[in-house]
């Protein structure tokens, strides 16, 4: 049973447009929300991760929101390029997990030019 | 950022062989390294975490008598999928944890093709 439920599977934008993802999890006990992005035939790669003691958390072009009380957290690609072509993975961990992740099924982004 | 090394990326295997693969954290000591699978178009999938000096911890599900993993440093562990079958054959990715959850790192991966 997969801890952590990511939406969509699949996402096409244009360029310069906004990539929304969305995940959603049930442990309370989670408290570290990572975003990771993985290329063909490559090992995942961190984006930007967030804590539940703030609601959001920007770096660049890439920005968390997290719910605490909706237990949800969403990825925001702003500007998107076809660079950020890619499949991305939101994943989640607790104190008592000793840094296990748990993943979710992951979405794959297609940005055209 | 820190940076974690796989050996090797690609080995393709006859049915019944061993294979090693090799996590090594090339400038921090990692006190933790995890190892996962990953199936084409699918999520990773935690198999095991290894601890410096002491026993894997398998997650359920996975055979620790067929994949056996060895933490023999603080810079190295290595996964050894013993008697390979074609069922075996998939994508194996490392991880290494030096502090912190925000310090772990994942390998580039290593692709098993079990002929």
């Known amino acids: 049973q997969q801890q952590v439920k990511q939406s969509p599977q699949s996402l096409i934008v244009q360029k310069g447009g906004i990539s929304i993802i969305n995940c959603a999890y049930e442990?309370?006990?989670?408290?570290?929300f990572p975003w990771y992005q993985q290329f063909p035939g490559k090992g995942p790669a961190l984006l930007i991760a967030?804590?539940?003691?703030?609601s959001e958390k920007k770096e660049g072009r890439f920005t968390i929101s997290f719910n605490k009380s909706a237990k949800q957290f969403s990825l925001h690609i702003m500007d998107s390029q076809p660079g950020d072509s890619a499949t991305y993975f939101c994943?989640?961990?607790?104190?008592?997990?000793?840094?296990?992740?748990?993943f979710g099924a992951g979405t794959q982004v297609v940005v055209t030019p | 950022g820190a940076v974690v090394s796989q050996h090797p990326s690609w080995v393709i295997c006859k049915s019944g062989t061993s294979v090693k693969i090799e996590c090594r954290s090339l400038?921090?000591?990692?006190?933790?390294m995890f190892w996962y699978r990953q199936f084409p178009k699918q999520s990773l999938m935690l198999m095991a975490t290894?601890?410096?000096?002491?026993?894997?911890?398998?997650e359920q599900g996975v055979e620790k008598d067929k994949f056996l993993i060895n933490h023999a440093s603080l810079t190295l562990s290595t996964l050894t999928v013993t008697s390979a079958h074609p069922e075996d054959s998939s994508f194996y990715i490392c991880?290494?944890?030096?502090?912190?959850?925000?310090?772990?790192?994942f390998g580039p991966g290593t692709r098993l093709l079990v002929l």
């Open positions: 400038d921090f000591q990692a006190t933790t």
């Open positions: 994943a989640a961990s607790g104190t008592d997990s000793w840094g296990k992740l748990q």
């Open positions: 442990n309370t006990a989670f408290d570290y």
């Open positions: 991880s290494a944890m030096g502090g912190g959850i925000e310090t772990q790192y």
């Open positions: 290894s601890n410096e000096g002491s026993k894997a911890t398998y």
């Open positions: 967030i804590r539940p003691d703030v």
